[in-house]
C-alpha cells in the first residue's frame, strides 16, 4: 500500500509564503516524478511544478519566479515553496507522484488535497 500525505496549507494573506510537503510511504521500490497540481473553484486541475527524479523542474508560467519546488529523495518527499502569493494562487493543492511499488506496476499517486486560501 502507498499514500502520499500532504502538510502546509493555510489561510495567508497576499504577499505572503507558504511552503508544502508531500510524502510518500508505504511499499515503494522507486518514486520517479513528483509534483503539485491544483484547482479553482469552478477550474480544472491544473499543473503547478513537477520534478523528476533528477531533479529537473518545470513550472506553469503563472507561478514561475514565485514558486520553487524541491524533493528529498531520501525521505521520498516534495516541498513547494511559495512566495508572493496572489489570490488567484487560491485552491486545492494535490500532491501527485509516479511510483514504481514493490509489488506491482509503475502508478500514478495523488495526496488528498491541501487548502491553500489567499486574502486580498
Known amino acids: 500500500q502507498v499514500q502520499l500525505v500532504e502538510s502546509g496549507g493555510g489561510l495567508v494573506q497576499a504577499g505572503g509564503s507558504l511552503r508544502l510537503s508531500c510524502a510518500a510511504s508505504?511499499?515503494?521500490?522507486?518514486?520517479?516524478?513528483m509534483g503539485w497540481y491544483r484547482q479553482a473553484p469552478g477550474k480544472q486541475r491544473e499543473l503547478v511544478a513537477s520534478?523528476?527524479?533528477?531533479?529537473?523542474?518545470n513550472y506553469a508560467d503563472s507561478v514561475k519566479v514565485r514558486f520553487a519546488i524541491s524533493r528529498d529523495n531520501a525521505k521520498n518527499t516534495v516541498y513547494l515553496q511559495m512566495n508572493s502569493l496572489k489570490p488567484e494562487d487560491t485552491g486545492v493543492y494535490y500532491c501527485?507522484?509516479?511510483?514504481?511499488?514493490?509489488?506491482?506496476?509503475?502508478?500514478?499517486?495523488w495526496g488528498q488535497g491541501t487548502q491553500v486560501t489567499v486574502s486580498s
Open positions: 501527485h507522484a509516479d511510483i514504481r511499488p514493490l509489488w506491482g506496476h509503475q502508478t500514478d499517486y
Open positions: 508505504g511499499s515503494i521500490f522507486s518514486v520517479n516524478a
Open positions: 520534478i523528476s527524479s533528477g531533479s529537473s523542474t
